[in-house]
């Protein structure tokens, strides 16, 4: 008996086998959310930041925050909405913006340096300023919860 097919090639991987590759492929990869804001997580109570709760998260989320040039209210939730699972459009630009929620977009979480990039930049625009350790650990787990 062998395990050739008639030409003599090894056999194909049946379409089983194929999807069972598949979904072991897609649970391997899921980690990396969990990973990359674990990681973040762990980098800011390093730097002094205590537990970090979803509820201060939501606050800070829709707290308006003034700008000392335009004199402009900004809060998160002027772009991305309450609703994390819907899609935001920047308040400036008109631009749309993809859901920040897990739940319906796999990617936002997944990328350490993105995270850092983009907490950054909207944590400037909004609030006029650098978020504190604290600040991104309650965002990060508001936005991980959805």
Known sequence: MTDRDPFGRPPRASVVQ???????????????????????????????????????????????????????????????????????????????????APSVNHERLADKAKIEKWLARNCKWTLGRECTPQEKGDVLVMIKSR
């Open 18 to 100: 194929k999807v069972l590759v598949l979904m072991v492929s897609v649970v391997l990869c899921r980690p990396a959310l969990a990973d990359a804001v674990d990681e973040l997580l762990q980098q800011f109570k390093a730097q002094g930041a205590g537990n970090f709760t979803i509820a201060a998260g939501e606050q800070l989320w829709d707290r308006p925050n003034t700008d000392a040039k335009s004199g402009e209210v900004r809060r998160c939730s002027m772009c991305h909405s309450t609703d994390l699972r819907r899609t935001g459009k920047h308040a400036t630009t008109g631009k749309l913006i993809q859901p920040l």
